[in-house]
């Protein structure tokens, strides 16, 4: 399983922006894909994930309204589509993968695979 993020940037507040998560060598079933991101001095935190059959989705209260998550089926890639942007979302954002039919894990420590990180830097 691989997975591959890009689309960070340099923006200013209230700025969008449109991450990626191309993933390889999954499968469909139960497979949860996941946007985490890490600040300076920060852990690592849970943003957004969605259920890839079905298309459910959670959002980590500090996105709703803002982020929205999204999959092609086609691309095997998720996105994350970053709106109103604000200096405390600036971090290393990660998408992960794990494989799970019960409710969408929230913690790191959950999720099996990693993509390398793409940077986010929103200033004020």
């Known amino acids: 399983v691989q997975l591959q993020a890009s689309g960070g940037g340099l923006v200013q507040a209230g700025d969008s922006l449109r991450l990626s998560c191309a993933a390889s060598?999954?499968?469909?079933?139960?497979?949860?894909i996941a946007w985490f991101r890490q600040a300076p001095g920060k852990e690592r935190e849970f943003v957004a994930a969605?259920?890839?059959?079905?298309?459910?989705?959670n959002y980590a209260d500090s996105v709703k309204g803002r982020f929205t998550i999204s999959r092609e089926n086609a691309k095997n890639t998720v996105y994350l589509q970053m709106n109103s942007l604000k200096p405390e979302d600036t971090a290393v954002y990660y998408c992960a993968a794990n494989y799970w039919s019960g409710p969408i894990a929230y913690r790191s420590r959950n999720y099996d695979y990693w993509g390398q990180g793409t940077e986010v830097t929103v200033s004020s």
């Open positions: 969605i259920r890839w059959s079905g298309g459910s989705t």
């Open positions: 060598g999954l499968t469909i079933s139960n497979l949860v």
